[in-house]
Every structure is written in structure tokens, then in C-alpha cells.
């Protein structure tokens, strides 16, 4: 008696899995400028993602694992598969606070064009705009990894120091002169 538990001193925890599915028609999907050079697909899209989230007084975590895919039965070579890892890692002392955010993506390029940032960075099983990547065609793969350390200490009320680290790693499955080279 009088003694916490274990897990009370654990905090706050979820754990919150999410999936999607739908059907996904696409008539021009690697996105060509090239009149008669479209691709048209269609087929089912499945978007998954769980979400571990705790908070302590002092810390607070989250990881979010994210996969995506699409399968198109009548053209498998326009298949693909997408996987994300996001993780955020705060601790807040008395006058200064330590953050780690980190990311992992290794996702297909469809050409000219990447589906929207998995992870935090979109609604599950919404496709999103895309982003463009360059000139290139080709379907590739690309790996992508970011880590970004923080410190902020205090001062004053109104005045802080503040310290950050940014690293990004991207590797292409294909090499593509003048578009799409790996780089640190």
C-alpha cells in the first residue's frame, strides 16, 4: 500500500490501427505528356497504419508504421508498394527540452510522380496530390531517411537557445543523370 504501480508510472499509452481499402482507377498513371503514351489502371488500394502514442509528465513518444499499396490486376508491372516509419521522441525538463524526430520511407517514384508523405503527412487511404520529382519516367523506388535532433534551454521567459541537427539520406534504386542521384 502507498507504493505506485509499475504501470501507473508508465502514463498515458494508445495504440490506434487504421486500415483503408478502396478502388483505385488511374488513366494516365505515370503521369507521360506524351499523348497515347498513358497508362491506365485500375484496382483495389489498401492503406494501413497503427499508431503508438504515450505521454508521460515529462515525455511524450509516438511511432507510426504506414503501409500502402495497389494492385492492378490487369497490369501488374504498375503495382506498388509503399512503407513509412515515423518516430517522435520529447522530453521536457524544468528549463529545457530534448526532442528526436525520425523517418523512414521507402516508396515508388511512378515516374514522375510520389503519392503524398506517408505517416503523419496525410489522411489514411486519401491519395493525395502527389509531389513531383523530376523528369524521369522510369519507375523506381526511392529510400529516404531523416533524422533531426533538438535542445532548447531556456534563458528567460521570453528568450531561449535553441539547437538542431537536420540529416537526410536518399537513395534511388535507379540512377538517373540529372534527375534523380542519391544524396546525403
Not at 30 to 58: C, F, M, N
Not at 81 to 94: A, R
Not at 164 to 170: G, S, T
Amino acid at each position: 500500500p502507498g507504493q505506485p504501480s509499475f504501470w501507473a508510472d508508465l502514463g498515458d499509452w494508445s495504440f490506434d490501427p487504421k486500415i483503408t481499402a478502396g478502388h483505385e482507377y488511374d488513366d494516365n498513371h505515370r503521369r507521360t505528356d506524351v499523348p497515347g503514351e498513358e497508362i491506365k489502371v485500375s484496382g483495389a488500394a489498401v492503406d494501413a497504419q497503427v499508431s503508438l502514442h504515450g505521454d508521460t509528465q515529462r515525455t511524450s513518444f509516438s511511432l507510426v508504421p504506414r503501409l500502402r499499396s495497389s494492385f492492378f490486376p490487369g497490369d501488374t508491372a504498375e503495382n506498388t508498394d509503399s512503407g513509412y516509419l515515423d518516430l517522435s521522441l520529447l522530453h521536457k525538463g524544468e528549463k529545457s527540452s530534448a526532442s528526436i524526430d525520425s523517418s523512414y520511407s521507402s516508396r515508388e517514384t511512378l515516374g514522375r510522380y510520389f503519392p503524398s508523405s506517408g505517416g503523419s503527412g496525410g489522411g489514411l487511404g486519401d491519395p493525395g496530390t502527389g509531389e513531383g520529382v523530376g523528369q524521369s519516367t522510369i519507375n523506381n523506388r526511392e529510400d529516404r531517411f531523416a533524422f533531426v535532433p533538438g535542445l532548447t534551454f531556456d534563458l528567460t521567459e521570453r528568450y531561449a537557445i535553441e539547437l538542431r541537427a537536420q540529416y537526410l539520406d536518399v537513395a534511388f534504386d535507379e540512377q538517373v543523370q540529372n534527375d534523380r542521384q542519391d544524396y546525403s
